[in-house]
């Protein structure tokens, strides 16, 4: 059955966000004169109200139950802080302990646990600063490694890895690793300074715009007094030779992350950042570079989808059709297949 | 949140107070097997009371509550896929469920939808439609390209508005 209007599938895509600015005023101005849209909005909301009604009266379950529950999930807690050795220190305590740790970590080499590859999965191989603490682990194709306070070394390996991403997650951020080599040191709950010493990585900070961070620079937290209200929070500078611990020697040569992840991530990071067509342009060249990777489908709507934001009418119905082609049984068919007439 | 941080129990009580019913029907929607579901409570709020240190400040917890709550789902439901891969290897054997929830009121056309969906497309479509996550949100949690966001939540509709149309067929 033929859609009643062109514009149908931007019902959903309001809904999802994927509509902003003028795009979204255009919408909602077509949709209060569009019987179809309107009906279509009408009806995903009705899909919701369905599924929300679906469990009635489960607020009311048991209260004996609950107050058990809570009474064992305290004592839970209880038992893994007494586990983890006693209850945390004050926060003046960890912001000395890591002053410690990163005067001493940093320049040191590191000697409180040997280095180790990350669980099963030998992409990341750490080396922690003396009384560093930290943990790693995996979640789906993320490694994950966490940093509470001290300095960690890390060097990840996507030649022999087989997983996609390497997180270092800071008590104030995350690092994103990008096929490197980098050291990175938080203390009293903020990231301290990353050095990268071979590749790249990108740098989050909360509440700050991302950095990226190529082989030879470093970041390095403002001094707590500094900071002149709007100031950028850190400042991007060349490494310091002696802050920057060397690689490891028997550190694998071939350090590049694999091409694909790279390019698809930079193509959704533009997206997300709101530059459609360079987005496009990055989608265009990742479907006729990589073909058989996994995310080319992804890739090939997400460049219709780019175009459409930016604009480009007829090259937008362009790649729609190509899609078609290329993926007739895809998820995104109809919403495509209304995008392409 | 700093409270928990530093280790203390009243404060994790609160967090468990104040959060509990939402988070809990979060849970019960996205769980194929309702035995799950105070298990996953429990996991979900020892987890944030672990690493409540590590809180991105965000106004409300429930977003983040219901993203912990998500991961510790997709584990579980991996876990048991291999269970039963085990069993299954073993020559076959029935498993069977007991709901804590068999007092709620339920529409089996619409259970029988919700279930018909995929682990992933279930549990993205909840945290979107029910929990008022964004796809941003959503994607930082799952930890997962914003674009597989959308992809799962047109599916998900998809199949479900396809399945309830079906039932309503006389």
Redesign the interface.
Known sequence: MRPDCARLFEV?AMR???LAGSERDSFVRHMSACRACAREAE??DR??E??????????A?DEL??VR??T???A???R??LTSGR??P??WLLGMAGAVAIAGGVLLAPRSRPTRPVADAPAAVIQPAAGTVWSAGT??D?ERI?L?RGALTVHVDHATSRRG?VLV?L?DGELEDIGTTFTVSAAD?HTQQVAVQQGSVLLRI?GAAPVALDAGQAWEARPPAAPPAGAPPARVQPAPAVKAPPPRAHAPRDLDEPPPSRE?RAL?RL??GGEDCEAATRAARFVAAYPDDPRVE?AA??RV?ALQRCGSADDMKQAAREYLRRFPSA??R??VERLSR | MRRL???D?GA??EL??RH??SV??FI??ATADGGDV?DL??TT??SA??SA??Y??RASCRPWLIGIAA?HI?RRHRAFARFVAVIASLGGARTGTTD??G?????PD??RA?RGLSQAKRVT??M???EGL???EIADAL?I???????R???A??E??RA?TAGDQP
């Open positions: 959903e999802d966000g994927r009806a995903l899909l919701v369905e599924v929300r009604g679906r469990c009635v009266g489960d607020e379950a139950r609950a529950q809570r064992r999930l305290l839970a807690f209880d893994a802080l209850r945390r004050r926060r979640d789906g993320v966490v509470e991403r997650v008590p709950g909360r698809f959704v997206l997300e992804d709507y997400l989808v998820f995104r109809a919403e | 941080a530093g280790g129990n994790l009580g468990y107070d509990r019913v809990r029907r019960a929607r105070d409570l429990h709020f020892l009371g672990q240190a590590r991105d400040g991961q997709k804590p929830r007092s709620w009121e339920v529409r619409v259970e919700l479509f909840l979107a439609e029910l964004s796809c941003p930890g390209p914003i674009g597989t966001v959308w992809t939540l047109h599916a509709r998809r479900l508005r309830l």
